[in-house]
T-cell receptor, first 113, second 111 residues
């Protein structure tokens, strides 16, 4: 099993550009989520999904869009990148029962100039 | 709303003990603990469900006080490998299963 796969690992954008961060998992996890990590701020939830066709906002959703057309994939879209979106992004997934841990991808370092 | 972790940072000598606290303003269904090394993804340590249970993982254990909406992580006889940032993640129940993390506690263990 590959687990949670994120691409790309690194990305540099110019202000106003758009891009999609890809996330895929092969563990048949219902729950998938995106976090951003900034120094001193911990892991902040951007968007999450509990199944195909179901998404909801987390703590910091502004400037990001998501969709969940399949169980496996949960892409994160930046429609018009801003310098404030410079961060490390983690995708994570889990089953939805009790005692189910979160599996993290390896992260994407995004810089917006 | 992020749970509150304390302390923000702690420095230990090898063999010393530490306690990291996590508290929430909302009722908790479960508390997760993860450790992150620099430049890596967070790694799972343990989950505690409401009911006041206590769990252990090697010399790392945790407790969960549902009434106080708090959890504590205990690191005993710390090793160099324990260095990293510790995050608690809280789940408030319901059907959304979302996990909200605190800002983390940076633990440094020196020889």
């Amino acid at each position: 099993n590959a687990g949670v796969t994120q691409t790309p690992k690194f990305q540099v954008l110019k202000t106003g550009q758009s891009m999609t961060l890809q996330c895929a998992q092969d563990m048949n996890h219902e729950y998938m989520s995106w976090y951003r990590q900034d120094p001193g701020m911990g892991l902040r939830l951007i968007h999450y999904s509990v199944g195909a066709g179901i998404t909801d906002q987390g703590e910091v959703p502004n400037g990001y869009n998501v969709s969940r057309s399949t169980t496996e994939d949960f892409p994160l879209r930046l429609l018009s990148a801003a310098p404030s979106q410079t961060s490390v992004y983690f995708c994570a997934s889990r089953l939805t029962g009790a005692h189910e841990k979160l599996f993290f991808g390896s992260g994407t370092q995004l810089s917006v100039l | 709303q992020q749970p509150v972790q304390s302390p923000q940072a702690v420095i230990l000598r090898e063999g010393e003990d530490a306690v990291i606290n996590c508290s929430s303003s909302k009722a908790l269904y479960s508390v997760h603990w993860y450790r992150q090394k620099h430049g890596e993804a967070p790694v799972f340590l343990m989950i505690l469900l409401k009911g006041g249970e206590q769990k252990g993982h090697d010399k790392i254990s945790a407790s969960f006080n549902e009434k106080k909406q708090q959890s504590s992580l205990y690191l005993t006889a710390s090793q160099l490998s324990y260095s990293g940032t510790y995050f608690c993640g809280t789940e408030n129940g319901g059907s959304n299963y979302k996990l909200t993390f605190g800002k983390g506690t940076l633990l440094t263990v020196n020889p």
